[in-house]
């Protein structure tokens, strides 16, 4: 399956962006409907009690010059059971004090206010329990000059908006998780389909990438084959023609590496899983040393190999010395003939550590996060040999082996790339 892990990580991540947005319109309407409905519970009982305190002030009668209220006018209203009345005079003779709930009037502070010819609204906690209050001054005008002659407080229980409050709220969260639910599975199946195209289109390319590379392997080997005749006649050719068929045998000995590489490439891409065996880490480093001494005569650059390793690592053998041959093959060819590349190798703390530096022109910062992408070379890089996938087949085989690679550089001084591996227990 073409990079299946990378396409279902790619449908969780949009399906997983997709239900973050969608949760948080729902929460903000959520909190809309909330403050909405709360306000109009709240408006609802405060003009309920603004009628039960104005109800109340016409139910105060003066006789003989005294003041009282009629109980009369207020029982024949049943809606009255579960609201709490204080009425007292300016004087401070209490008129009437019913209540279902004891304790609760008067509310002192804004009885003070009442007084002072201030109506409002106030909330009284009792035994966890909050009540709504209303105090309404009542004028009664004497000489031509109205005054403040009583104050009427009313009050009833703020239970029943808590309880609509608490009940919306959890009906809104049991709607909105079922909603973000059921998000997450169209969300999973819209990626899918959104992603599908793009599937296709990288599973062809991989058929195509391994296709060529198969094809081509071929006519190279054979235009290879001819210019080396060439150079074998009974009657040599002139210099002329020798040369352009050493120009040809070089170009196509590149070609046949970075076909080689793109069959590799198509073999990662296919999730293709490497060998599990048992590798010798001593038997492992020398051999890459060796090969490495090699090429680096061959190139005129010298290697200098610090080899310290014990232990066994479980992979592929011909893996792990192709991730060696790439990234001293990267030193030599970016360090000038007489410079020193350096192969370190030790093992600590349960993993293999591999260090390949040379003193060569470096890499500019700004490159460093691309270097291991297929086929990018940076300005400095276009004019060295190589096909720019070198590092993207290291960056496959550490990953495959549970492992990491990392690349410092200065410009100017060099570069080291570090590979660690787990050992085997």
Same mark, same amino acid.
């Given at each position: 399956m073409l990079q299946r892990g990378l396409f279902d990580r790619a449908r969780l991540r949009?399906?997983?962006?997709?239900?973050?947005?969608?949760?948080?319109?729902?929460?903000?309407?959520?909190?809309?409907?909330?403050?909405?409905?709360?306000s109009a519970l709240e408006s609802r009982v405060d003009d309920e009690l603004q009628h039960k305190a104005a109800q109340a002030s016409a139910a105060i009668v003066y006789v003989a010059g005294a003041s009282g209220i009629d109980r009369n006018d207020l029982?024949?209203?049943?809606?009255?059971?579960?609201?709490?009345?204080?009425?007292t005079t300016a004087s401070g003779s209490v008129l009437t004090g019913s209540s279902p709930y004891a304790t609760v009037l008067p509310d002192?502070?804004?009885l003070g206010n009442g007084l002072a010819g201030r109506a409002g609204f106030t909330t009284v906690i009792r035994s966890t329990e909050p009540f709504i209050v209303y105090t309404r001054p009542v004028y009664r005008s004497a000489g031509g000059t109205a005054r403040v002659d009583a104050v009427v407080q009313v009050a009833r229980s703020a239970r029943t908006l808590v309880d609509a409050g608490t009940s919306l709220i959890s009906l809104l969260l049991g709607a909105t998780l079922v909603a973000l639910v059921l998000a997450f599975v169209a969300g999973l199946w819209l990626a899918d389909k959104a992603l599908e195209p793009i599937r296709v289109n990288l599973l062809?390319?991989?058929?195509?990438v391994s296709d060529a590379s198969h094809e081509l392997r071929t006519p190279v080997t054979v235009i290879r084959a001819a210019a080396e005749s060439i150079l074998r006649p009974k009657e040599k050719a002139s210099p002329r023609v020798q040369q352009l068929a050493q120009d040809i045998i070089s170009e196509t000995a590149q070609l046949a590496k970075m076909v080689e590489n793109l069959a590799t490439l198509a073999q990662a891409d296919s999730r293709v899983r490497l060998r599990r065996d048992p590798v010798e880490l001593a038997a492992l480093l020398d051999e890459a040393g060796a090969s490495g001494q090699l090429l680096a005569?061959?190139?005129?650059?010298?290697?200098?190999?610090?080899?310290?390793?014990?232990g066994v690592v479980r992979g592929d053998e011909v893996r792990l010395r192709q991730l060696i041959a790439i990234l001293l093959d990267n030193a030599y060819?970016? &360090?000038? #003939? /007489?410079? !020193?590349?350096?192969?370190?190798?030790a093992t600590a703390d349960g993993r293999l550590r591999v260090t390949?530096?040379? &003193?060569? #022109? /470096?890499? !500019?910062?700004?490159?460093?996060?691309?270097?291991?992408?297929?086929?990018?070379?940076g300005a400095d890089q276009r004019q060295h040999e190589g096909s720019g996938l070198g590092l993207a087949i290291?960056?496959?085989i550490v990953q495959e082996h549970g492992g990491t690679i990392t690349v410092r550089s200065q410009v100017g001084v060099g570069t080291e790339f570090t590979v660690e591996v787990p050992l085997a227990q």
């Amino acid at each position: 399956m073409l990079q299946r892990g990378l396409f279902d990580r790619a449908r969780l991540r949009l399906a997983g962006w997709y239900v973050v947005f969608l949760g948080v319109i729902l929460l903000v309407l959520d909190v809309g409907v909330v403050s909405i409905m709360g306000s109009a519970l709240e408006s609802r009982v405060d003009d309920e009690l603004q009628h039960k305190a104005a109800q109340a002030s016409a139910a105060i009668v003066y006789v003989a010059g005294a003041s009282g209220i009629d109980r009369n006018d207020l029982a024949s209203d049943p809606s009255w059971s579960d609201v709490s009345l204080y009425a007292t005079t300016a004087s401070g003779s209490v008129l009437t004090g019913s209540s279902p709930y004891a304790t609760v009037l008067p509310d002192r502070k804004a009885l003070g206010n009442g007084l002072a010819g201030r109506a409002g609204f106030t909330t009284v906690i009792r035994s966890t329990e909050p009540f709504i209050v209303y105090t309404r001054p009542v004028y009664r005008s004497a000489g031509g000059t109205a005054r403040v002659d009583a104050v009427v407080q009313v009050a009833r229980s703020a239970r029943t908006l808590v309880d609509a409050g608490t009940s919306l709220i959890s009906l809104l969260l049991g709607a909105t998780l079922v909603a973000l639910v059921l998000a997450f599975v169209a969300g999973l199946w819209l990626a899918d389909k959104a992603l599908e195209p793009i599937r296709v289109n990288l599973l062809n390319q991989k058929d195509f990438v391994s296709d060529a590379s198969h094809e081509l392997r071929t006519p190279v080997t054979v235009i290879r084959a001819a210019a080396e005749s060439i150079l074998r006649p009974k009657e040599k050719a002139s210099p002329r023609v020798q040369q352009l068929a050493q120009d040809i045998i070089s170009e196509t000995a590149q070609l046949a590496k970075m076909v080689e590489n793109l069959a590799t490439l198509a073999q990662a891409d296919s999730r293709v899983r490497l060998r599990r065996d048992p590798v010798e880490l001593a038997a492992l480093l020398d051999e890459a040393g060796a090969s490495g001494q090699l090429l680096a005569a061959a190139r005129g650059v010298e290697l200098r190999a610090e080899i310290d390793v014990d232990g066994v690592v479980r992979g592929d053998e011909v893996r792990l010395r192709q991730l060696i041959a790439i990234l001293l093959d990267n030193a030599y060819r970016f &360090s000038s #003939p /007489g410079q !020193p590349v350096v192969l370190r190798a030790a093992t600590a703390d349960g993993r293999l550590r591999v260090t390949v530096s040379d &003193s060569g #022109p /470096g890499i !500019p910062a700004e490159e460093l996060p691309r270097i291991f992408n297929r086929f990018y070379r940076g300005a400095d890089q276009r004019q060295h040999e190589g096909s720019g996938l070198g590092l993207a087949i290291a960056r496959w085989i550490v990953q495959e082996h549970g492992g990491t690679i990392t690349v410092r550089s200065q410009v100017g001084v060099g570069t080291e790339f570090t590979v660690e591996v787990p050992l085997a227990q």
